[in-house]
């Protein structure tokens, strides 16, 4: 197996969280990842869903998906579609690239992704060393390819992956008596509870117009945008089931600004509905539109069938050109 293979598995862990979803809570094990000043957390649990009607459509969407992905599955003994169970990514900072720099430059920022599943730990770890570099720090064994600097580790059995400072930095904190981060914790669990794929932001959406590839001149505008720079946090989940919910509320600096806020998005759901051209599915998502500014935060929420939500994932997939990794 060449190494490039084992970046697939990690690719392909980070795709299948972003496909399935279930729901209750996040495992505390996991959530103890986040850091307090993590510009981004977004948790995905996904082992409950499989036996819904949305998980066996994305599951053939999966089986249809590049083979070599098979190939992998049966050397390392590990498949997504039936092992993995939770993920967390925590977005410590994003990448801020120029026009020059190009798309790639804007995922370059740090953090880590971890997965709960059923992992052969030594059997991931033979293939590595194998056909990569296996270190050692603090005890842990550092999964890398010897060449950049990514690496993997196993934590009590949960897979964390990123930049190796990021994951050296994860591993001094699990012997520090506290990281600090009890108020980001109840958020999670409160997300978590009842979503089956969340996300908290720290900060303004503005803060992530610099993540934005150039091409993307204008949602980068707009999020630099005098209303979005009002927001302090925003926190929004996705709920799976005949209807598919969206949820959520943004939090900004006073009252006026939700208010504020609550007209930009109204603006911008009126000229996409009437726009003619959007994916299917997403017009009828935003006629459910409901935006309720409650002091200095705007609560909001759409719904529509989940044959909506289907077509748009396949109008998603479209347009996503193959991602080859080395």
Do not use: C
């Amino acid at each position: 197996m060449r190494f490039g293979e084992y970046h697939r598995v990690v690719a392909l862990i980070t795709l299948a969280g972003s496909l399935f979803a279930p729901a209750w809570a996040l495992d505390p094990a996991l959530a103890r990842l986040a850091t307090p000043d993590a510009a981004m957390v977004t948790g995905i649990q996904v082992s409950a869903i499989r036996d819904s009607s949305f998980g066996r459509f994305l599951l053939e969407r999966m089986s249809a998906s590049d083979s070599r992905f098979e190939r992998v599955f049966r050397l390392t003994g590990f498949d997504p579609r039936r092992d993995l169970e939770e993920i967390l990514i925590v977005a410590d900072t994003l990448g801020d690239q120029g026009e020059a720099k190009g798309p790639a430059a804007a995922l370059q920022g740090t953090g880590i992704v971890a997965a709960k599943g059923r992992f052969n730990e030594a059997l991931w770890t033979e293939l590595v060393a194998n056909h990569g570099a296996v270190t050692a720090y603090q005890g842990h064994k550092l999964l890398g390819d010897g060449r950049s600097d990514t690496a993997a580790v196993f934590l009590d059995g949960i897979f964390v992956t990123g930049r190796s400072a990021d994951v050296k930095k994860l591993i001094d904190k699990q012997g520090a008596p506290g990281n600090g981060a009890g108020a980001l914790l109840t958020r999670i669990e409160t997300l978590s509870a009842s979503h089956h794929v969340w996300v908290l932001t720290n900060g303004s959406p503005s803060r992530f117009a610099g993540a934005l590839p150039g091409a993307s001149r204008n949602m980068r505008s707009a999020l630099s945008g005098a209303v979005l720079q009002g927001i302090t946090d925003v926190a929004f989940g996705m709920r799976f089931g005949d209807q598919v919910v969206i949820a959520g509320e943004a939090t900004t600096r006073t009252a006026e600004d939700a208010k504020a806020l609550a007209d930009v998005a109204r603006f911008f759901a009126d000229m996409v509905k009437s726009n003619g051209t959007a994916p299917g599915g997403l017009t009828n998502l935003l006629l459910s539109l409901n935006l309720k500014p409650e002091g200095n935060q705007l609560r909001f929420s759409m719904s529509a069938p989940q044959r909506d939500i289907e077509r748009l994932f396949d109008s998603g997939r479209a347009l996503i050109r193959p991602v080859s990794l080395h």
